[in-house]
């Protein structure tokens, strides 16, 4: 039995650093393994793609693709996970299964900007209705084939604003 004062760490488990710039003696003194003079001696470098002035090679390159400003963030379900639910009883097949009705079973924690219903295989249960924001092909065959339905939905778009009713 091993007893307190001779616990050890793993031979290799702490590794002593390097204490740089403190004297000949010690092999990385007086320039500290920073080479010479210059720029790079010093701290706060950023010339990474710098080409002294020439216009760097990622600005040359034409740009591609498109970046939303803002994107959909979207909770991604898998129907095998929804059916798992369904099994444990936590979720209720013969209601209608939408955001609020995903958190009140914990397979969501937030509706964040809605429901991704994905996947492919492992549902099973007869006669589920979705009410969702978006439903693959797989997803959408594999509950159609169960004899369930999908309706989708809208996305919620916070930016638009509602027409006045005045």
Do not use: C
Not at 35 to 60: C, D, W, Y
């Amino acid at each position: 039995m091993t007893r307190l004062n001779e616990l050890r760490d793993n031979p290799g488990a702490n590794k002593v650093r390097i204490r740089v710039g403190r004297g000949i003696g010690s092999g990385k003194g007086k320039t500290g393994g920073r080479g010479g003079k210059g720029q790079t001696a010093r701290s706060g470098v950023a010339i990474n793609g710098f080409e002294g002035g020439q216009m760097p090679l990622h600005m040359r390159m034409p740009k591609r693709g498109f970046n939303a400003f803002n994107p959909k963030d979207w909770n991604e379900v898998r129907v095998d996970r929804i059916q798992a639910y369904i099994d444990a009883g936590k979720l209720d097949a013969k209601g209608v299964i939408d955001a609020d009705a995903l958190i009140a079973a914990r397979v969501i924690r937030r509706a964040k900007d809605g429901v991704r219903l994905i996947g492919a295989a492992g549902f099973t249960s007869k006669k589920v209705t979705f009410k969702v924001n978006y439903a693959t092909k797989g997803a959408l065959a594999a509950v159609e084939a169960g004899g369930g339905k999908v309706d989708l939905i809208p996305a919620k778009e916070p930016w638009k604003k509602t027409p006045y009713a005045g």
